[in-house]
């Protein structure tokens, strides 16, 4: 492994630092040493010409089923398709079986991680035990084992009283942050998409946008009093979006993230019963894709996350009905971000670094997300302009649950390199 | 395109089929005629009329779809599409003598599906079958009954049979 | 005759809504050819000899499949009978796996009913049988709507410039959507009747119109269809009582004495006597209930000769 890693004439993107130039990236023992126009010999040099030096993107919403359903998904094959989109950390969800709710399953997470050597794997574990809503797991416990944060993701705390509770609680810990999918139950029912014209001809159950926007409304009534740290996952919806606008210009610490298919696809595409387009909270509609754009352009938005949901191909060829929902995208979420935001110009490269790296990290309260000198040399190079035709059996994801499949994309990952080393290469290692 | 039969030669047939259909029955025989859809429709219809007129009494006239029965329904057909429409036969065809009629008798195959589809309304005394035209090619071993005119055909060769009813004129061509 | 241009080629009858009018009217025209059989001393044709027909049947329903049984029966084709109250889950066999052993067995036509909206359109995608709709979800029940249709047109000659209420439970029934695709195509005015906690979700989309009130549209209706109160798809009761249900919604002798004299009343079936219809409008005079039941058949052999024919003109 080369000690000293140069990485010569690329455009440098270090929002936090304001570089944007065409200069050098030199890494030195796994950390950033120097960022300039740099004349020293390495061990290994990068010809960056053409290409972007990114700070490593954090995708802080992947579910990789381990433990539980390694059949779908692994650390490591989830691991390898986080390097391979260009990802150089991933939190994953505690929805598994069983959910991450103690100490010791999440120092399994971090080992299995540390294991596969690819990216850097964080977690989140449960705010209630098992999932089920009801007691708070040892959220202190988890916390000083490394867990990030805390969520019951796949659903959201129903009950007002226990959120309250859990967000008193977690508030005396430092560095945590509480996430929620934000769903009501009892408005969303047994539904399988976004309630509207569609669900009606296709006689499907719908999710009423309300309940997604109700339990918002109600957290942020929470942090209000509590003052508590919180994220709202995968935001679909216009007004919910409205709703944390509010929220931020009333200074109250809450941060959102949203997910690439709520801004590339609606519920239209439901409409020929593909179970790939089965996503949680659901595919809604051009108005709403429109409201989010418009919020990742005023800076609303703190992070894109790929909700990245692998599913069986024979756990999607089954009814709508009765299909899981998730959509499979972590090796193709770059590109699509630059269909839905770049290539529009909603926003220009900086703020797409920041959204993906740098207020990411700050979220999940790491030392990550800069190329500043010092820090540890976790760096993402693209070809932003080179197109390719996405393949799903070309995934290094064990599940092809991917409605992008044939989908023509630009920006192609040509380095993933985590903590000084190069841990994929579009050209092979 | 070649005039094998005139609007008056037509004419002349239908009587003539009508005549020896009158020839051959007895005044005390159950008559009634079907014709096959869809020409074979209006020529029923006309030779009802014009046995009607000669035997004095109104003769139960209906009409037959073969499509169900036909033997083809199930053999991949191209483009071309079986269309079904109703059989129209307003009376008992038990004890009666059914005269079966056609526009052209050629390979047989439209009249095995007559009798099967008339069998299944019921059991006729006799059925006997009177066509406009009869060309050579049989498929099957079946003859008609009565005939108003027969030629030889070679086997690419089609015979296509007009009236006012369904296409504007009386016509009788060669394709 | 220049009607012989149109040419169906559909193998799979999946729902009304994507069928253009030309198609809806073709399978009325041809299910005409049908009604005779039901009629005659041999009630029997040999147009599917040789065929095998699996009634694929996910969900309770003893008319809609004795209606196809008997109508594929009619046409000589031999019947598998296939009932499972199991809905898929993801262990275990699935409908994929299930479709695909029948398959296997060499059949021609699947008449699926299934409680997932969108099961018959998942199968025709997986399978080279025919697939017929029997009643999926709350999406799709086309040959009660095409039957509904055809009662309709044969006793009012045309559905041109009538208007049709529909009332009950709209956001459950896939009688109501097929029904409305089949008789605005048709030229009718629908009227949905219904509490609003019973409508689906923007049902202003749809090309009809929507009323609260019964009492207010009874007397301006060609024909009232009234749907079958299903309580075991409804969940959540979006309804105090079935008392104030009936005082609302159901069709009682008083209302009709407002109705017009040549008022259509029909029913998919079965029907909950005293609930959205009292029995002595069930059985009188303006009921064509029984037959919406005799008109299934004919409708029903014509829709499996069709996608037959269609099968049959791609291989």
């Known amino acids: 492994m080369a000690k000293n890693l140069l990485i010569k004439n690329g455009r440098v993107i270090d929002p936090v630092n304001s570089i944007d130039k065409k200069c050098d990236v030199l890494i030195v023992d796994g950390k950033i040493a120097e960022v300039g126009k740099i004349e020293s010999k390495a061990d290994m040099v990068i010809d960056a010409v053409g290409k972007l030096v ?376 | 395109m070649e005039v094998l039969l005139s609007s008056d030669k037509i004419a002349d047939c239908i009587t003539a089929l009508a005549d020896e259909i009158v020839s051959q029955t007895s005044r005390t025989d159950k008559i009634a005629i079907i014709g096959i859809r869809s020409r074979g429709e209006v020529l029923a219809k006309r030779l009802a009329d014009i046995l009607s007129k000669k035997l004095g009494e109104k003769l139960p006239c209906g009409t037959l779809d073969i499509t169900l029965y036909r033997d083809d329904i199930n053999n991949p057909q191209g483009r071309t599409q079986h269309i079904v429409r109703s059989t129209e036969i307003g009376f008992n065809i038990d004890d009666t003598i059914i005269i079966l009629v056609d526009d052209v008798l050629y390979t047989g195959r439209s009249t095995r599906a007559a009798m099967d589809a008339l069998m299944d309304l019921g059991r006729p005394k006799t059925v006997k079958l009177a066509v406009l035209v009869e060309r050579t090619g049989r498929e099957l071993p079946i003859a008609s009954d009565f005939t108003g005119y027969k030629i030889d055909l070679p086997a690419d060769k089609t015979i296509q049979v007009n009236f006012i009813e369904s296409d504007g004129k009386d016509r009788v061509i060669l394709i | 005759m220049s009607k012989n241009e149109f040419i169906w080629n559909r193998k799979h009858l999946i729902g009304l809504r994507e069928l253009s009018r030309e198609e809806i009217e073709f399978i009325l025209d041809t299910a005409k050819g049908f009604e005779n059989i039901s009629t005659r001393s041999i009630k029997k044709a040999p147009t599917l000899r040789g065929k095998v027909v699996v009634n694929l049947f996910f969900e309770d329903s003893t008319r809609t499949r004795n209606s196809f049984t008997l109508a594929a029966n009619r046409l000589s084709a031999d019947v598998i009978e296939f009932t499972e109250k199991v809905s898929s889950t993801r262990k275990g066999e699935t409908l994929l796996d299930t479709a695909k052993n029948l398959e296997a067995m060499g059949i021609d036509i699947v008449v699926i009913r299934h409680s997932a909206g969108g099961a018959p359109k998942f199968l025709s995608r997986n399978i080279n049988a025919c697939v017929v709709n029997a009643g999926d979800g709350y999406c799709e029940h086309p040959t009660q709507a095409l039957l509904d249709t055809y009662t309709i047109r044969k006793i009012k000659g045309s559905l041109e410039g009538l208007k049709i209420a529909i009332v009950g439970d709209i956001a459950h029934s896939r009688v109501a959507r097929s029904d409305i695709y089949a008789m605005t195509k048709l030229g009718a005015k629908v009227i949905l009747v219904g509490p609003p906690t019973l409508m689906p979700s923007q049902v202003s989309q749809l090309p009809v119109q929507v009323s609260y009130s019964l009492d207010a549209v009874i007397g301006e209706v060609d024909v009232i269809n009234m749907l079958r109160i299903q309580f075991e798809r409804m969940g959540a009761n979006p309804f105090p009582s079935i008392k104030e249900y009936s005082h609302y919604f159901g069709l009682t002798v008083e209302r009709m004495a407002k109705a017009k004299k040549d008022i259509l009343v029909m029913h998919p079936g079965p029907i909950n006597r005293g609930v959205e219809i009292e029995s002595e409008v069930a059985d009188g005079p303006n009921s064509v209930i029984l037959e919406q039941v005799t008109n299934g058949l004919a409708v029903r052999m014509a829709v499996l000769f069709l996608v037959n024919q269609a099968a049959m003109a791609k291989e």
């Open chain 1, 54 to 429: 990114l700070p490593g993107l954090i995708d802080i919403h992947v579910h990789f089923r381990e433990p539980g359903d390694e059949e779908e998904e692994t650390i490591a094959s989830g691991s390898a398709a986080a390097v391979a989109g260009g990802f150089t950390s991933v939190v994953c969800m505690p929805n598994t079986d069983p959910p991450i709710d103690d100490a010791t399953s999440v120092e399994y997470i971090h080992r299995m991680g540390r294991q596969t050597r690819k990216t850097h794997v964080y977690v989140m574990g449960t705010i209630t035990k098992g999932r089920t809503g009801e007691q708070l797991s040892e959220m202190g416990f988890m916390a000083q084992a490394g867990a990030v944060g805390f969520t019951d993701d796949g659903s959201g705390v129903q009950n007002v009283a226990t959120m309250q509770r859990a967000m008193k609680y977690a508030s005396m810990f430092k560095n945590i942050v509480l996430s929620q999918h934000c769903q009501d139950n009892s408005l969303a029912g047994s539904g399988v998409m976004n309630a509207g014209f569609n669900s009606t001809t296709l006689g499907l159950p719908g999710i009423d946008p309300l309940a997604e926007e109700m339990m918002i409304w109600r957290d942020i009534q929470l942090v209000r009093k509590t003052n508590m740290r919180y994220h709202v996952q995968h935001v679909s919806t216009a007004k919910s979006i409205e709703l944390i606008r509010h929220a931020k210009k009333d200074c109250l610490p809450v941060t959102c993230e949203v997910a690439p298919h709520h801004l590339l696809l609606t519920d239209d595409h439901c409409r020929d019963y593909d179970t790939n387009y089965k996503v949680n909270p659901p595919l809604r509609t051009a108005k709403d894709i429109e409201a989010l754009k418009q919020a990742i352009r005023e800076g609303v938005v703190d992070a894109l996350a790929s909700d990245h949901a692998p599913h069986l191909k024979s756990e999607k060829e089954l009814e709508f009905l009765a299909a899981p929902f998730g959509i499979a995208s972590l090796e193709c979420a770059l590109s699509l971000y630059i269909k839905a935001l770049i290539e529009p110009k909603i926003i220009d490269w900086p703020q797409l670094a920041s959204i993906m790296s740098e207020k990411p990290a700050k979220i999940i309260s790491v030392d990550k997300g800069t190329l500043g000198k010092g820090k540890q040399a976790d760096v993402t190079i693209i070809d932003p302009d080179f197109e390719y035709t996405v393949d799903v059996e070309r995934f290094h994801s064990k599940s092809k649950n991917c409605p992008y499949n044939g989908w023509k994309l630009k920006g192609k990952v040509e380095y993933t390199i985590v903590g000084g080393e190069i841990r994929y290469s579009a050209q092979g290692i």
